[in-house]
């Protein structure tokens, strides 16, 4: 699989996937994929080793902060399938329904109401999915 760090970043970042989506979502979106092979797995990989096991993982800012962050830049970059992820992610951290869409409204003057109104509508999906 690689270095022992590798595996070090994977196990923590498999943690954070765990403890911010739940079991079924590391299961079916991305243990398997970064078990597999090919450009998926390895984008599987990096997720799971850079972004969550590195990232995520860092001391600094508590994940209810770095969900805060995350969601902002998603929303103005207009990734709205992410949005709805890390929608799901931030409940997980802790954040509330009413904080997140005070996140989305707070994006208005910088995003715009027409990207701000997509996030708004992913957001509200996720959090009534969940």
Not at 34 to 57: N, T, V
Not at 95 to 123: D, F, K, N, R
Request: proline share 4%.
């Amino acid at each position: 699989m690689g270095s022992a760090e590798s595996t070090d970043r994977r196990t923590a970042g498999e943690q954070v996937v765990r403890e911010m989506f739940g079991e079924d979502f590391l299961r079916d979106n991305m243990s398997a994929a970064a078990d597999g092979e090919g450009p998926g797995a390895d984008m599987a990989r990096l997720a799971l080793e850079q972004c969550f096991g590195e990232i995520w993982s860092r001391p600094g800012l508590d994940r209810r902060s770095r969900s805060l962050v995350t969601l902002g830049v998603l929303m103005a970059q207009g990734h709205q399938w992410e949005v709805r992820n890390h929608v799901i992610g931030g409940l997980g951290n802790g954040l509330t329904p009413q904080e997140i869409m005070e996140a989305v409204i707070q994006t208005v003057p910088y995003i715009g109401l027409p990207a701000a109104g997509q996030a708004m509508g992913s957001a509200a999906r996720a959090i009534e999915e969940a």
